[in-house]
């Protein structure tokens, strides 16, 4: 049990270690406080139009229909046309797709690393410990108090830690515990796509992830979050090349995934992911569309498909 738990420190993309060393920090928007802020503001403002992979020409936009009508089949259940967010949602389920910005994050971080039931389950015990939104609250409560209410979703004191430092960042820098100049709509104040990213992951225990659920699913932006089963699946489908980690994947995706694609290739992705035991583990012999679609379509071997699929298997355990 105690070595399951020790958690490797997670190395630093090699791409953002380039970045840092080849990007002037007078290009920044927003002071820095630590060196990770730093790292991550310079490899969104380098990669913000420009490919990691430049020279790597998938997915194509037909690749990404072919694959995206392929998964609207094979899922009919799971509706892939957006939605505006409501108020009635639980921000942790739905990957932040609630109207407030702060808690469309907050939801979004008390998704990671479980289940959707238990990251509900911490939304709600939250909301019960201080209530909807109140943000004031939960930044002054003990840490404890925190740690307690959201403990059923996982990971609860590093998710208590994150929460209550995004908030006291926030009414730092805003005089208020409010994000929602992030999603004005009026001329002159609309933000980009670039500009609103840029100002999530300046926050600490924000990352590229995070940030495009709340640009989708929050604020109705196009933008392509790669989470596990996006990342996974990417590197199947050979839309990525082998040596690339998740972030470089997701500046990669985000750019060569037509914006129409965004939002439904998201979720039909995550949604195959989680149900489709085929292209989970090589050699399972179950049935899997995507492995029907890489033999038939792009003529790969059933040899080729099921080491490509043990190999991002290595990958993932590795990591």
Request: proline share 4%; hydrophobic share 35%.
């Amino acid at each position: 049990m105690s070595t399951r738990n020790a958690k490797r420190k997670r190395s630093v993309s090699p791409a953002i270690r380039d970045v840092v060393a080849n990007t002037s920090s007078s290009t920044l928007p927003l002071a820095l406080d630590s060196p990770q802020k730093s790292k991550k503001l310079k490899l969104q403002t380098s990669y913000a139009t420009n490919s990691p992979f430049p020279n790597f020409g998938h997915p194509t936009p037909s690749e990404a229909l072919e694959v995206f009508n392929l998964l609207s089949r094979a899922h009919r259940a799971h509706d892939p046309v957006r939605k505006d967010p409501v108020t009635t949602n639980n921000s942790a389920l739905t990957c932040g797709k609630v109207p407030n910005v702060i808690e469309a994050l907050v939801g979004t971080i008390l998704s990671q690393n479980t289940s959707g039931k238990n990251c509900s389950r911490a939304k709600s015990g939250l909301d019960a410990a201080f209530g909807r939104n109140n943000f004031a609250a939960i930044a002054a409560a003990p840490r404890a108090d925190v740690v307690d209410a959201i403990r059923s979703g996982g990971l609860a004191n590093k998710k208590a830690a994150t929460i209550q430092n995004i908030l006291g960042s926030i009414k730092e820098r805003h005089g208020d515990y409010s994000l929602q100049h992030l999603g004005a709509m009026e001329q002159g104040k609309r933000m980009t796509d670039d500009e609103i990213m840029k100002e999530l992951i300046s926050y600490d225990g924000v990352g590229p992830k995070t940030a495009s659920c709340v640009l989708l699913f929050c604020l109705g932006r196009d933008s392509f979050a790669v989470d596990t089963h996006v990342y996974r699946l990417s590197k199947v489908l050979g839309w990525v090349p082998d040596k690339a980690d998740r972030i470089l994947t997701q500046a990669h995706l985000d750019l060569r995934i037509p914006d129409e694609l965004k939002y439904g290739l998201h979720v039909l992705m995550i949604t195959h992911g989680r149900v489709c035991k085929g292209c989970k583990k090589a050699g399972s012999g179950e049935s899997c569309i995507l492995k029907t679609y890489l033999k038939g379509r792009l003529s790969q071997s059933e040899i080729e498909v099921e080491e490509k699929i043990e190999a991002v298997k290595i990958l993932e355990d590795a990591h």
